[in-house]
């Protein structure tokens, strides 16, 4: 059987407790995900100039910089890195 590559994921959100939760539930789902969890947008950005992920999973309600403005940040140098946005504060606007 051949070994399978691990997917790295870059969690985003400024609560704490969530994010490790999160992190600790896709790790379950998959035990080919490793989560690396960032509690700001800066954060992150500060994570993918020092590392290479597979994909973001970001909240979109977080002070000083809201999920659409770190997406933004985020294609100003990694155009096709898979970016998931959520918010438990959804509107069609954001949606959008």
């Known amino acids: 059987m051949s070994?399978?590559?691990?997917?790295?994921?870059?969690?985003?959100?400024?609560?704490p407790d969530?994010?490790?939760?999160?992190?600790?539930f896709l790790k379950r789902e998959d035990d080919r995900f490793t989560v690396e969890v960032a509690t700001s947008a800066t954060k992150g950005?500060?994570?993918l100039s020092q590392q290479n992920f597979d994909c973001i999973v970001s909240d979109y309600d977080m002070p000083g910089q809201n999920g659409i403005e770190f997406l933004k940040s985020v294609r100003k140098n990694a155009?096709?890195?898979?970016f998931v946005l959520f918010t438990g504060k959804g509107s069609e606007e954001i949606a959008s």
């Open 3 to 15: 070994e399978q590559a691990n997917i790295r994921v870059l969690h985003v959100d400024d609560e």
């Open 18 to 24: 969530f994010a490790e939760l999160t992190a600790n």
């Open 45 to 47: 950005l500060e994570y």
């Open 79 to 82: 155009h096709n890195l898979p």
